[in-house]
């Protein structure tokens, strides 16, 4: 049955923004809603999947079922510790979430004042961590899908981030349309893979995205049975 398609898997998806602290009180961070990861939790949960969410910082309610467990972070750094944690026991690892490339080489332990006659005030940053391409490197079993948001040059970079970040699929996202992106309900995109064509889809709901992703994942299953 379609509900049970995915039965037995484990589906590990981030989603959400990072956030980096640049004192107390303030820190850098980007404008996911978290809307894409949730689609995928929600298709994935109704396929049958057990879903293991690493989020950031969302917009969107995460719903309460007995097959998906929660898991919460703030930090690039910390968002690859927990995401490491289940990697193993995953199948597949969807890398929704909207990561910090940097971060403030240093944390400041109080509020940065600013001082009289200041007019310019530098942070220093130090690059993150890239976590899809950590564990695409260590991927054995794992099929790992990315996201690529790109405003120019939309399929040449994709087809980059999918070689660099060793992923099987990158799901490439022209931000600079309108209905598309950071915020909205709707995505056109277009599906990367190695030694294929690119596959362009219409505009289409997240959620419908969503199921076109983990039915992607299904069919892969489905074939190496
Ligand atoms: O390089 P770029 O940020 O465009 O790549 C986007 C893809 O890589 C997304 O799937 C995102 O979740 C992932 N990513 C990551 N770690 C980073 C930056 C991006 O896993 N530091």
Same mark, same amino acid.
């Given at each position: 049955?379609?509900?049970?398609?995915? /039965?037995?898997?484990?589906?590990?998806?981030?989603?959400?923004?990072?956030?980096?602290?640049?004192?107390?009180?303030?820190?850098?961070?980007?404008?996911?809603?978290?809307?894409?990861?949730?689609?995928?939790?929600?298709?994935?949960?109704?396929?049958?999947?057990?879903?293991?969410?690493?989020?950031?910082?969302?917009?969107?309610?995460?719903? @309460?079922?007995?097959?998906?467990?929660?898991?919460?972070?703030? =930090? =690039?750094?910390?968002?690859?510790?927990?995401?490491?944690?289940?990697?193993?026991?995953?199948? /597949?690892?969807?890398?929704?979430?909207?990561?910090?490339?940097?971060?403030?080489?240093?944390? /400041?332990?109080?509020?940065? &004042?600013?001082?009289?006659?200041?007019?310019?005030? =530098?942070?220093?940053?130090?690059?993150?961590?890239?976590?899809?391409?950590?564990?695409? /490197?260590?991927? @054995?079993?794992?099929?790992?899908?990315?996201?690529?948001?790109?405003?120019?040059?939309?399929?040449?970079?994709?087809?980059?981030?999918?070689?660099? &970040?060793?992923?099987?699929?990158?799901?490439?996202?022209?931000?600079?349309?309108?209905?598309?992106?950071?915020?909205?309900?709707?995505?056109?995109?277009?599906?990367?893979?190695?030694?294929?064509?690119?596959?362009?889809?219409?505009?289409?709901? &997240?959620?419908?995205?969503?199921?076109?992703?983990?039915?992607?994942?299904? &069919?892969?299953?489905?074939?190496?049975?």
């Amino acid at each position: 049955a379609n509900q049970n398609r995915l /039965a037995g898997k484990t589906i590990l998806v981030t989603a959400g923004g990072t956030r980096e602290a640049i004192d107390p009180v303030r820190f850098i961070g980007n404008r996911s809603s978290g809307k894409m990861g949730l689609a995928v939790v929600q298709a994935a949960l109704a396929a049958g999947a057990k879903v293991i969410a690493v989020i950031g910082q969302v917009q969107v309610e995460f719903p @309460n079922h007995p097959n998906l467990m929660v898991k919460k972070v703030t =930090t =690039t750094a910390e968002m690859l510790a927990t995401t490491a944690a289940s990697f193993e026991k995953a199948d /597949a690892l969807v890398m929704a979430a909207a990561v910090a490339d940097f971060r403030p080489a240093v944390v /400041a332990d109080q509020k940065i &004042k600013k001082q009289i006659s200041q007019d310019e005030l =530098t942070i220093s940053l130090v690059k993150n961590p890239d976590i899809l391409a950590t564990l695409g /490197a260590k991927k @054995n079993h794992q099929i790992v899908m990315g996201f690529a948001a790109e405003t120019n040059d939309l399929l040449q970079n994709a087809q980059v981030k999918l070689a660099k &970040k060793h992923a099987d699929y990158i799901v490439a996202n022209d931000v600079s349309q309108v209905g598309s992106g950071f915020g909205v309900a709707t995505d056109q995109v277009t599906i990367l893979q190695p030694n294929r064509a690119p596959e362009k889809w219409p505009l289409l709901s &997240k959620q419908e995205v969503g199921e076109r992703l983990i039915n992607i994942l299904a &069919k892969r299953w489905q074939q190496s049975k």
